[in-house]
């Protein structure tokens, strides 16, 4: 089950199992269809229930894959079999009180070297990814051929479906504006994630959250920015093509706020949480002035939304990473929707591209 996301990078989810499961609904409309529970794997007979899952011969499937298509990389989650969900390839079934343990695996198909850096977040919070993990991990000297696995324990808290997520980025530091590969570019909005669903006790209850909307804007050329993060009130450029102007610099002073607007739009209503990260440390998104972390949004169907918000900007002067990232219908019930259906929960592009943020 390999899909590939944008030009050069092949994303893989391989969670539990490979079959299908019913179609994308309406965020508006009942799951009628779902079940009301989320149902336990029985472990097989012999089978450590602790031991990680990982589907028979997919692991040399993956590596045969990159050999004969080079130029991309395979991700994804895999849990435990005694918290597996039977027939949900991103959904994982957890005891109370019991931890999700599993681990995010990257085997690199690219022609050079790169650096991974990652982080976790749960219910859009960062946290570590274990309990001996650094907050934001760094692995380099990644070449052709290599994997990265990195082990997942979290703890969750509270009742019903809570979300998981291991963010990623190639090169997170990457200094100029384009390097030995085109995909090594600042204008690229490549940051990834892989994302997971954990229900405690198969509950299905999701948490609320407060939605804004922010102010309708006029998109009268008919089209959509999808996701855009910009420093311009107005991020259209002019010309008869009108592209989207990308973000890619900005200034702040030490110790301040940094000011900028989210526009977001698509053709389909949806619901997103939006997270933000200076040198890939979370921060609070500030708007209507109360703090969000993270800053939940409703985007109506066909319309172009834009909302003002700020950060707060570190204390010591010199130059930091910020990316923005928009992950699709927070908590939604992944165990009822393919792969295909979850890409298309969120937005394209899902980030920003890579800002410099120049602190004064």
């Known amino acids: 089950m390999f899909r590939r996301a944008y030009q050069y990078t092949i994303v893989i989810l391989l969670l539990a199992s490979c079959s299908g499961r019913q179609a994308t609904l309406p965020i508006d409309t009942p799951e009628v269809f779902a079940p009301s529970a989320i149902l336990r794997s029985t472990v097989p007979p012999g089978t450590d229930g602790n031991a990680i899952y990982d589907r028979e011969g997919a692991t040399r499937q993956i590596e045969a894959f990159i050999r004969q298509n080079p130029g991309g990389i395979a991700d994804g989650l895999r849990g435990t079999y005694g918290q597996m969900v039977p027939g949900a390839d991103s959904t994982f079934f957890l005891p109370r ?18 650096g991974y850096g990652l982080l976790c977040l749960l219910d859009y919070l960062q946290v570590p990814c274990s309990p001996e993990a650094a907050r934001f991990q760094l692995h380099e000297g990644i070449a052709f051929g290599d ?33 030995y590969d085109s995909f090594q570019d600042r204008t690229l909005p490549n940051v990834r994630f892989a994302r997971a669903s954990l229900s405690v006790e198969g509950s299905v209850a999701a948490p609320e959250g407060a939605y804004i909307q922010g102010d309708r804007r ?30 890619t610099e900005t200034r702040a002073p030490a110790g301040g706020m940094l000011d900028f607007y989210l526009h977001v739009g698509r053709e389909e209503e949806h619901r997103y949480g939006v997270v933000a990260f200076v040198d890939f440390e979370q921060v609070p ?4 002035g109360e703090v969000h972390t993270p800053l939940y949004v409703h985007s109506p169907a066909g319309e172009w939304r834009s909302m003002p918000v700020s950060i707060p900007v570190p204390a010591e002067p010199g130059e930091y990473e910020l990316r923005i990232v928009m992950v699709g219908e927070p908590h939604a019930r992944l165990d009822v929707l393919t792969l295909a259906e979850q890409d298309a929960l969120s937005p394209y592009p899902h980030s920003s591209a890579r800002v410099l943020l120049r602190v004064e």
Do not use: K, Y
């Open 147 to 179: 994997a990265v696995m990195v082990p997942i324990t979290v703890t969750v808290t509270g009742e019903g479906l809570h979300d998981l997520l291991v963010v990623f980025q190639e090169d997170p530091f990457l200094p100029g504006p384009a390097g």
């Open 218 to 247: 006029p998109a009268d050329d008919g089209r959509l920015p999808g996701f855009v993060p910009s420093d311009l009130a107005e991020p259209r450029g002019a010309g008869p093509t009108r592209g989207w102007i990308i973000w």
């Open 97 to 114: 009180g019991e931890p999700f343990r599993g681990e995010f695996f990257l085997h690199a198909g690219r022609e050079h070297a790169h």
């Open 285 to 288: 998104i500030h708007h209507g």
